[in-house]
Structure formats: structure tokens, C-alpha cells
């Protein structure tokens, strides 16, 4: 695939053949408001995937429980047959229920269910990356993931998934989890505001561990802060440029995935890959995590 923006790098996780430009596209927003239903406009959508693969994507997050089923019927509408080198990582381990609710799922029959749904509705014989979604709405609950993951593990043993990471988990459980499996990734909670896993941070970097952040911009609520919006004046760039930017300054395996229905944001979420921040004002980005906003909770995902 033809690449017109630097991505950020690339990041492989240590023990695989995989390799993720940091900057990637998060499917979340392809379906409706809540993310609920289809979309407003589906071939707006399609095109949005399309864009984001053009501009050199190669690494695309999704579920099945988005929409339920509709963000991945629009990738697999919008891209299959996929391009050679792309990456796509999906999450099972939640439902949702009628009352558009997030629900959990991690029973065996639930996962093998999700994994199945995932593959008829991207049209592929095996997933290429499965993050295990455990914990509540408002982010990791401590207990043991070993029954969960080894349905995945098991799965993996079928062909019909190739890695295993895991999703809104603690320190603790990832210990455990990778005692059972390779974990290649893990996706939590963080951003500017949020940033409860920096220890985690740097610790899955030593391993060789790509983490992802969910929420990287503030989720349904938006990073704000004087701080931010000072930083984005001086380097003549959007709050968002300046929130992705940040991100990938943090740490060499910390993968973006920054969703949008709009090819506009898209790119211009992109364009934050080539963005450098000064060391004097990464300092004062820092310090949006004191702020009250950097406790509220988010629900979903």
C-alpha cells in the first residue's frame, strides 16, 4: 500500500512478525450515535477506511460488538479483498444488550461465538490479533483472567487466531496472562488526563509489548485543558494533533488508534505523526493529569 504520511514509525512486538505503524484507525465511530446501528451515511464510512488505508494505515481496531456486526461489515465492504501488510486487531469478551448497554461475555460458548461472528463478518479464516476485554465500564476489576484467555488460547490452537492481547486489564492480571500466552498487546485506558498505566507503560515496553490506549483523545468527553489548547497555539496545530502527538512521544511501543467518521479529521488526525513536542512543553503536558478531569470515568468500549 502506498504510503503519503510518516505513521509515526513502526513498533513489533517482541516474538512475532508483526509490525504496526503507531499510528492507526480506530473503528468505533463507523457505526451510529452510542455506537449503536449503522451509520448516518454508510458510504461516507466506507470511505473514511478506504482513506485512512490509502494515506498508509496499517493497523485498523475493531469488534464485532461495535454496532453490533456494522463497523465490521463496512471494513470488510470498504477493503476486502485486504491489502497485503494490514493489520487488524478486534476485542471479544462483551455484548451489547438491547438497551444499547455493554454487557460482559466471557463465558466459552460467548468467545467462541464473538470469535466466529468476527470472522464471518470480516471475511477471514483467522484473526490476525484477538484482545481478551475483560474488567467493568469503568476500567480493570482485579480477578483471575486464566479461564477467558485459555478459550482464547485454545482457539489460537485451531488457526483461528494468530495473536492474543488483552484489553482493560491490571498490572496483576497481565502477569498472570502471560504466563498462559504470548500477549502481543494491551489496551486500556489512557490518554493526557488518564494515565493511571504509565508504570505498565514502561514496563510491557521492556518486554517487547505494544500497548494501545483506548480513549486517546478524552473518549466521549474530549481532553480539555488551558493547557492544551496553549500548546496546540504555539505549534499552530489542533488540541487533537497535540493529544496523538503526545502519545506517541510517551513510549516506542504505545500504538495510536484515534477513530473518525470524517476523511477530514481522519487526516488530520494523521498529520499528528509528524508533530514533535518540545521537551519544556511535554513537562506542562504532564500536568493535565492532576487536574480533576483526569478521574472522571468513561463507559464502553
Known sequence: MATSLHLGGSFTPAGTKLTFDRMGYGAMQLTGPMVWGPPEDRDAAIAVVREAVRLGVNHIDTSDYYGPHVANEIIREALH?????????????????????????????????????????????????????????????????????????????QGLIRHIGLSNVSPAQFAEGEKIARIVCVQNHYNLEHRQDDALIDQLAGKGVAFVPFFPLGGFQPVKSPILVEAAATLGATTRQVALAWLLQRAPNLLVIPGTSSVEHLRENLKAASLRLPSKMVERLNMIAGSPAGRKPQRGR
Open 81 to 157: 479483498p485486504y491489502p497485503e501488510g494490514l493489520t487488524i486487531v478486534t476485542k471479544v469478551g462483551a455484548r451489547r444488550g438491547r438497551d444499547k448497554s455493554w454487557l460482559p461475555a466471557l463465558s466459552k460458548r460467548a468467545l467462541v461465538d464473538a470469535v466466529h461472528d468476527n470472522l464471518r463478518n470480516l471475511r477471514l479464516d483467522a484473526l490476525d490479533v484477538v484482545n481478551l476485554r475483560v474488567g467493568g465500564p469503568f476500567g480493570p476489576t482485579e480477578g483471575s483472567i486464566a479461564e477467558p484467555l485459555s478459550v482464547l488460547v485454545e482457539l489460537q490452537s
